[in-house]
């Protein structure tokens, strides 16, 4: 008899909503993160979206240390000069108030608690070693010499799965699999958030910004508020950032907070925590196989997230591959089958949701994402449009079409090469 | 068979915390709580001493209820027994109530052959504490100590002094306290720590202990806090360069022993 129905390694999104759905259907669970309290070193730069944490945790909205609800949505462009944004507020987020704001280092220790009052025996500051594997099985983990046995091994251990690559369940990283995400949580007093960004006690603001202003490298960044404090940071490529020698991500994290139309925003704020944090952006190509005898694989661990430049998917995907992960082996308990074949219905159950369905959908979409123009040549495109078209200077107006072919011409872009960009994001975005 | 006990608390992590400017109390918001660096190297100690002469080890921390996972990290580490003194009646004790609330716990559970405990606290540095629970309990004493033998019923102890350090043989019952960095602690194992987990800590209130209300808490603190000053940070001038001739601190430094 093993020790556990299951062992769950890393208490993140995906590991403790895994943890939570077996142990609330009698599975014993044994929860293990490295940290202490459970999950307080992990990084977010994305909002929350509650849908999938519903199914688990019906009241998670009374109940979790959320930040702010996103009422306001904003996307847009920097140059070096101009933003260019799209701010979009709607009654539909105040009504639905879905989105959320959280600060992982208090939502994941909440997370795993509610593990832990589900029934998981849930045990933080340990670093697990290895696998046990036994016949070509996972049959447990190994710590300081220990051997602890489950029927089934849940790898929810992040972006970086050193366990499953010593185990040869997945290969390991490659530069084009992953995106550098640096980020500062800035302190600034509630008053003060309210006043600058037009908010209530309780709504927030998100916004995705493309960076136009750096030439070699494709940077997103991120900004929004929380109760007390505000979150940005900057996100790129790692095969770029190793391409152009770039080794000080900082220099551009500051470059965005320098940025004439972010600074104003920051200013009087102190930053009070940074940290960095490896993003999976390799889409559908980086899935590794995601489950054999024993074991299944979860969240970042399996790669799953998405960034299209503006919209960065990763915490809601860990929640629901946790929950259908902890699915499955609650339905492989009933069997007492815990082979690889019966553990393919956990990819079944992700083929039909979202989750793989949108990396299917989108499975262009680095085309799109690694397409210098989009990063450079474009923003600086509509900032001369709208210099053009907005900026009365006692000369005669131009068409769009005209503007359009000087911009390009100054640029030293072909209409085929524009043309075909267009059809590309058009298609793939 | 040795009954060891081990005296800990549970502190915000030092490099969270700073001090509000404005209310001059220290804010611990952003700060994790961990086990007092030197606790842990007092509770290496005792799991060495287990280790090597036999005996069972019962940590013991007065603090708030979320202290037991400081308990539990340490029963990871080899402690038998983790014992939270925890009672709204304790809070807002300084040194003196505090070794005495100890000492008497010590006393409850039926006394200890040694009592291990930090040189000092992180978060306050007196270093008051061991010393205090020895005299409350009469027994003997050896502070700042880095390493420990038994022999013979005897504890022969090795204690930094300034410039030197000091080898001197103690009774039984005693207490010890031992350095930061004195030893290099071991990691709880997962094993350990699941078992701790199940076990769980003994919580002890003062329904139990019955102490003089008098004694213990802020009402037993002899401490009043007048004013609290913070010091500016020294202001950097990184155009200018802290030392100007490199090689004649180097030179300096080889010459006075430092470096070699």
């Known amino acids: ?429 | 068979m040795l009954k060891i006990a081990v005296m800990i608390k549970q502190v915000p992590d030092s490099q969270d915390i700073s001090i509000d400017p404005v209310t001059k109390t220290l804010n611990r918001s952003m700060a994790r709580n961990v086990v007092n660096p030197p606790d842990v190297n007092a509770t290496e100690a005792a799991v060495q001493l287990k280790d090597k002469y036999g005996g069972e080890i019962t940590a013991i921390t007065m603090g708030p209820p979320m202290a037991d996972t400081a308990l539990l990290q340490l029963m990871g580490m080899g402690v038998d027994n983790g014992i939270l003194v925890t009672d709204r009646v304790f809070a807002g004790a300084d040194t003196w109530p505090t070794a005495f609330t100890l000492a008497s716990v010590a006393d409850y559970l039926g006394g200890f052959d040694v009592i291990f405990c930090g040189e000092e606290t992180t978060d306050s540095s007196t270093g008051h504490v061991g010393p205090g629970i020895a005299e409350f309990l009469g027994c003997e004493q050896a502070t700042y100590v880095h390493k420990v033998e038994y022999e013979d019923g005897f504890f022969v102890v090795t204690r930094d002094i300034e410039g030197a350090e000091e080898t001197i043989k103690i009774g039984k019952p005693a207490v010890i306290t031992i350095t930061l960095n004195a030893n290099e602690p071991r990691n709880p194992t997962l094993k350990r720590k699941i078992a701790a987990y199940k076990k769980g800590v003994r919580v002890v209130t003062n329904k139990e202990l019955q102490l003089d209300p008098a004694c213990i808490g802020l009402k037993g603190s002899p401490t009043i806090v007048k004013d609290m000053k913070t010091v500016p940070d020294p202001v950097k001038n990184p155009s200018k360069l802290g030392v100007e001739d490199m090689e004649k601190l180097v030179s300096v430094l080889i010459e006075k022993g430092v470096v070699k």
């Open chain 1, 1 to 429: 008899m093993p020790d556990y129905d299951a062992i769950v390694v890393g208490a993140g999104n995906a590991g403790s909503a895994a943890a939570i759905t077996m142990a609330s259907k009698g599975l014993s669970v044994l929860l293990v993160d490295r940290s202490d309290p459970p999950g307080a070193k992990n990084l977010s730069g994305g909002v929350l979206w509650g849908n999938d944490l519903a199914r688990i945790l019906p009241k998670w909205q009374s109940e979790a240390p959320l930040e702010r609800y996103i009422q306001n949505k904003k996307i847009g462009f920097l140059t070096d000069d101009s933003s260019i944004i799209i701010d979009f507020k709607t009654k539909i987020f105040e009504e639905n108030k879905v989105g959320y704001t959280v600060l992982r280092s208090k939502f994941d220790p909440w997370l795993a608690k509610k593990a832990k009052e589900a029934g998981a025996m849930v045990i933080p500051g340990i670093t697990v070693e290895s696998l046990a594997k036994k016949d070509g099985k996972i049959v447990g983990v190994v710590e300081s010499g220990d051997t602890i046995t489950a029927s089934v091994v849940i790898l929810a251990e992040g972006i970086n799965p050193r366990l499953a690559i010593e185990a040869g369940l997945r290969e390991p990283l490659q530069d084009w699999e992953v995106s550098v995400g640096v980020k500062e949580i800035i302190k600034m007093s509630p008053q003060k958030i309210e006043d600058r960004f037009n908010l209530t006690s309780t709504s927030g603001m998100a916004s995705e910004y493309i960076m136009g202003n750096l030439k070699e490298l494709n940077v997103g960044a991120f900004f929004y508020t929380n109760k007390d404090s505000i979150s940005l940071g900057i996100v790129s490529p790692m095969e770029q950032l190793r391409a152009n020698g770039v080794t000080h991500t900082y220099d551009i994290i500051e470059q965005f907070k320098e940025h004439p139309s972010i600074a104003p925003l920051i200013e009087g704020g102190t930053v009070a925590e940074y940290g960095a944090h490896m993003i999976p952006e390799g889409g559908l190509e980086m899935i590794p196989k995601l489950y054999g005898d024993g074991y299944m694989i979860v969240g970042d661990a399996a790669g799953f997230g998405f960034s299209n430049g503006l919209v960065l998917q990763g915490m809601n995907y860990a929640f629901l591959s946790g929950i259908l992960a902890g699915e499955t082996a609650v339905e492989a308990k009933g069997r007492n089958d815990f082979s690889e074949n019966f553990l393919a219905l956990y990819k079944q159950k992700l083929e039909g949701s979202y989750v793989l369905k949108d990396l299917k959908t989108f499975k262009d979409i680095r085309k799109v994402t690694n397409n210098k123009n989009m990063y450079t040549v474009y923003p600086k495109m509509l900032e001369s449009i709208l210099l053009e078209m907005l900026w009365e200077r006692g000369q005669p107006k131009k068409k769009v079409r005209d503007i359009l072919s000087s911009c390009a011409a100054d640029l030293n872009l072909s209409k085929l090469k524009t043309a075909t960009d267009f059809y590309y994001i058009y298609r793939r975005m």
